[in-house]
């Protein structure tokens, strides 16, 4: 496999990197030293075990107070550039893993996702494959609410794809803002769909008071999240492009949701090509009540990176400009390759599966609509 090449390493880091590999004695005790990661003290983290896996070396190191994961991440291009490998970070407390993978992803990964493998969760969906060829999978009920952004065209269409029909084949409601109005209505039978600004608003109205009855339904039964209630289906509110919505009202909305409902049963996520801290004027609050994180390719802009993956972190400004490469954050940070499908594909699973399709009933006297579900 050939060098590990981050986008933006940039002349100096090139320098430092050649200048570690002239130095070879120590192994990856070299990087460390010349990049000086240590504390205010000068104390450096002790390499205590070398273990080779099937897919690399994994590296475990004692941490002296005052080092921790973030300052392996920051300087994690240059351990990749040393190792020749991608690097993947864990940590717990004072003890950190570095591990390393030569093998690299598949340029497509096809979907295949069968949910009921993992009956244990609520709302389970695929996020992608990662370095050892596992499929990452996590469950939306735990994960509350997400983010996902990056340049148009490298995976997020996709990647919402797979988890609508991922949460559909696992029997929960799903309800989609799409104002862009391309990818998501041909799936109209199987969807609460939303296109013009007063849609939108009416959808958002419609959850609120579905989260608010929820609530209600909690504080009777002296319980604290839907799992403990009976016959209450797991719903996702998904908004692709939320730089579209203009109202106000409907970020207000938006921020009421992700504050609230994750423990009635309803989780959001929102989607944006540039995830900007001005998209709305509370972006800022709502963004913090989105612990899922999904980056995808960014061009190159730190800033966009961070607004996804939290303060700080540009690793998102690093992926190379492939579909579907993105960083997965919820607990710990991991490099994927998200599985690909289309929304014809989308249909012919959905159909193969008899999942239920959802039929409109509109009421001419409030000009909003009901459903019902009838067998696909």
């Known amino acids: 496999m050939p060098a590990v090449k981050p986008d933006i390493i940039g002349v100096a880091a090139s320098l430092i990197t050649w200048g570690i590999k002239q130095l070879k004695g120590k192994g990856i005790q070299d990087v460390i030293e010349a990049v000086h990661l240590q504390n205010k003290e000068g104390v450096r983290p002790i390499l205590r075990k070398e273990h080779k896996t099937a897919a690399g070396i994994d590296y475990v190191f004692a941490l002296p107070p005052g080092v921790d994961r973030t300052d392996f991440e920051t300087n994690r291009h240059?351990?990749?550039s040393y190792l020749n490998?991608?690097?993947?970070?864990?940590?717990?407390?004072?003890?950190?893993?570095?591990?390393?993978?030569?093998?690299?992803?598949?340029?497509i990964e096809p979907y295949a996702f069968n949910p009921m493998q993992y009956a244990n969760m609520l709302a389970p969906f695929?996020?992608?494959?990662?370095?050892?060829?596992?499929?990452?999978?996590?469950?939306?009920?735990?994960?509350?609410?997400?983010?996902?952004?990056?340049v148009t065209g490298y995976g997020k269409t996709s990647q919402l794809l797979g988890m609508v029909v991922?949460?559909?084949?696992?029997?929960?409601?799903?309800?989609?803002?799409?104002?862009?109005?391309?990818?998501?209505?041909?799936?109209?039978?199987?969807?609460?769909?939303?296109?013009?600004?007063?849609?939108?608003?009416?959808?958002l109205k419609r959850t609120v008071n579905e989260m608010e009855k929820r609530a209600a339904m909690l504080?009777?039964?002296?319980?604290q999240k839907v799992q403990r209630l009976k016959g209450v289906q797991y719903q996702v509110l998904i908004i692709d492009e939320a730089a579209d919505i203009e109202d106000n009202a409907s970020w207000e909305?938006?921020?009421?949701?992700?504050?609230?409902?994750?423990?009635?049963?309803?989780?959001?996520?929102?989607?944006t090509q540039k995830p900007?801290?001005?998209?709305?004027?509370?972006?800022?609050?709502?963004?913090s009540n989105l612990a899922g994180r999904l980056c995808y390719y960014c061009n190159g802009d730190a800033n966009d990176s961070q607004v996804i993956l939290g303060k700080g972190n540009s690793r998102g400004s690093e992926l190379p400009a492939i579909a579907g490469r993105c960083i997965w954050k919820w607990r710990t940070e991991e490099l994927l390759q998200s599985m690909f499908l289309d929304a014809d594909r989308a249909i012919e699973i959905l159909q193969?599966?008899?999942?239920?399709?959802?039929?409109?009933?509109?009421?001419?006297?409030?000009?909003?609509?009901t459903e019902r579900f009838i067998p696909g």
């Open 78 to 80: 240059y351990f990749e």
């Open 85 to 107: 490998s991608f690097v993947e970070i864990e940590a717990t407390g004072r003890k950190l893993i570095l591990k390393t993978y030569k093998a690299n992803f598949k340029e």
């Open 126 to 150: 695929p996020i992608g494959i990662s370095l050892d060829g596992k499929v990452k999978v996590a469950d939306m009920s735990e994960v509350y609410h997400m983010l996902i952004g990056g």
């Open 166 to 203: 991922a949460f559909l084949l696992h029997g929960c409601k799903v309800s989609v803002i799409d104002k862009k109005a391309i990818d998501f209505p041909i799936l109209e039978d199987y969807l609460e769909i939303a296109i013009s600004e007063d849609e939108v608003l009416t959808m």
């Open 219 to 223: 504080r009777a039964a002296k319980v």
């Open 253 to 271: 909305l938006i921020d009421k949701l992700v504050r609230k409902a994750r423990a009635g049963g309803i989780g959001v996520i929102l989607a």
């Open 276 to 287: 900007s801290a001005n998209t709305s004027k509370g972006f800022t609050d709502i963004r």
């Open 352 to 369: 193969a599966n008899n999942v239920s399709k959802v039929v409109r009933e509109f009421e001419q006297c409030t000009n909003e609509h």
